[in-house]
């Protein structure tokens, strides 16, 4: 099944379609800005109205959305406290020092972390200093067969036989680069960060080639700090 938003869901194994099902409305609650209607994800489901108001008050009752005056539902306050109960001391180190990389470089910071074949963006710190930014959530994922923190994720292991070219660089020079491979017109500079498991790598995402280039060392040393506060830790 894939969500409005282009999210692809597995397809649930037998027995378990209502788990799936309350899976999937609670991210396309989370991947609606202006809110989620009854009816809205009754169409996405493909299921009865019935059916989706059902799901929406029991993720209501646990606190996972909440039910607001225009009868849209929003994501709720639980979620806040499970997100920071993954890699707590990993992010509790990263952020300052990607707020600090966000500001100094005028660009986007996203710390990824490996999961299974993707590269996953579990931070996500925007600058204060300028007012045009690539702006992406939490939660994002890439493949990891493309994109400078797929390379970065790559380089952070060990060197396997015939693996990209990118890879090869990234591990060479100490961070990796790329350009629309995630998203049209979007550049990228990535750096692995040592002693982290799982891997785990800064990226810098601008639309101007120029500031990424000029901000990669800065990348470098901010992964490199980060991975010794993690070994000291």
Do not use: K, W
């Not at 209502?18 to 609670?26: S, V």
């Not at 060990?158 to 017109?185: D, F, K, M």
């Amino acid at each position: 099944m894939t969500t409005s938003n282009g999210r692809q869901q597995p397809a649930p194994q037998v027995g378990s379609r209502t788990l799936a099902r309350g899976l999937t409305a609670l991210l396309a609650v989370v991947d609606s800005p202006d809110g989620m209607t009854v009816q809205r994800l009754a169409a996405e489901l493909d299921v009865h109205r019935s059916i989706a108001y059902r799901i929406l008050q029991t993720l209501r009752d646990f606190g996972f959305v909440t039910h607001g005056s225009d009868g849209s539902y929003r994501p709720g306050a639980l979620l806040a406290a499970l997100s920071t109960s993954y890699l707590p001391a990993l992010r509790e180190i990263a952020t300052p020092v990607m707020r600090r990389l966000a500001d100094q470089a005028g660009c986007t910071v996203h710390l990824f972390v490996v999961e299974g074949d993707e590269a996953v963006s579990i931070e996500v710190v925007e600058p204060v200093t300028v007012l045009q930014h690539i702006a992406f959530r939490a939660g994002m994922r890439t493949p990891l067969d493309r994109g400078a923190a797929a390379y970065a994720l790559l380089a952070a292991g060990p060197a396997l036989p015939g693996e990209p070219e990118s890879v090869v660089e990234a591990r060479r020079r100490g961070y990796a680069t790329s350009s629309g491979e995630v998203e049209s017109g979007a550049y990228a500079v990535a750096a692995p960060i040592a002693n982290s498991h799982p891997a785990a790598c800064l990226t810098l995402m601008s639309h101007r080639e120029n500031q990424l280039a000029a901000a990669a060392p800065e990348v470098v040393r901010a992964a490199q700090e980060i991975a010794s506060a993690v070994l000291e830790g």
